[in-house]
């Protein structure tokens, strides 16, 4: 699955439909298009299946996925603040490409706004192919722009490097994925760009969803 935000009126629509499901809503507008999607792919998923948010950051991803009705919720991130209250979710200090879980442990893999944070690409997919169960799902949006758009090495947001994929980089990455194991089973065109929805950090642009399986067998 490759899907591509292409124009704010789908954002204006995730948004709504969020609001009409009593669902949480993100700080970042433009945000909703990849919550509202990661719902969609987790819709007929079993409420008890473990899933890994890899680079979660402040949570909400794994506050919506409680609010969703998820229970066996875990995150892994560089930094965790401690939490002042009992979380519906697991979190866990680490590397997200070289972590302590066993082999074959979560149905489901999250990574929202992270990959493109400096992550090693090819560890990512070869630990994440690893923690994953068989027949388990990976769901992963990134900053994307078919050309290249470059970001000046000076600029680290969260003290990270940032770049914006393009539609090369994210054949790439795919291909990558792939040789390590992961499935591409539709949607596998990367879709036209329409519009620029994102502004931040004077470089506008959109996001791009890649959705990846690994095989049951």
């Known amino acids: 699955m490759i899907q591509v935000l292409q124009t704010l009126q789908e954002v204006d629509s995730a948004t ?7 669902l949480p809503t ?10 509202w999607l990661l ?15 890899l680079g979660c950051g402040d949570c909400c991803t794994l506050d919506f ?12 991130d560089l930094a ?4 002042v209250a009992e979380l519906p979710y697991q979190l866990y200090q680490g590397d997200l490409t070289s972590t302590f879980f066993p082999d074959n442990t979560f149905d489901y893999g999250v990574s929202i ?3 493109e944070h400096g992550v090693d690409l090819d560890r990512f997919f070869q630990e994440t192919y690893r923690i994953l169960k068989p027949n388990g799902f ?7 722009w078919q050309q290249k758009i470059p970001v000046d090495a000076s600029i680290q947001p969260f003290g990270l490097a940032w770049s914006i994929f393009s539609s090369s980089e994210v054949q790439v990455m795919i291909d990558l994925a792939q040789q390590h194991g992961f499935l591409l089973e539709s949607n596998l065109e990367i879709p036209t760009c329409v519009e ?22």
Request: net charge negative.
């Open 65 to 76: 996925l409680a609010a969703l009705g998820f229970e066996q919720l875990h995150g892994i």
């Open 113 to 115: 706004s992270v990959i």
């Open 80 to 83: 965790i603040q401690q939490p």
């Open 16 to 22: 709504q439909h969020l609001r009409d499901r009593g």
């Open 39 to 53: 719902s969609q792919h987790l819709s007929e998923a079993d409420r008890q299946s473990p899933i890994i948010d």
């Open 196 to 217: 620029k929805i994102v502004n931040w950090y004077e470089r506008q642009y959109t996001f791009i969803a890649i959705g990846l399986r690994k095989p049951s067998a």
């Open 26 to 35: 993100h700080l970042t507008l433009e945000k909703n298009w990849d919550q």
């Open 138 to 144: 990976l769901f992963v949006t990134t900053d994307y």
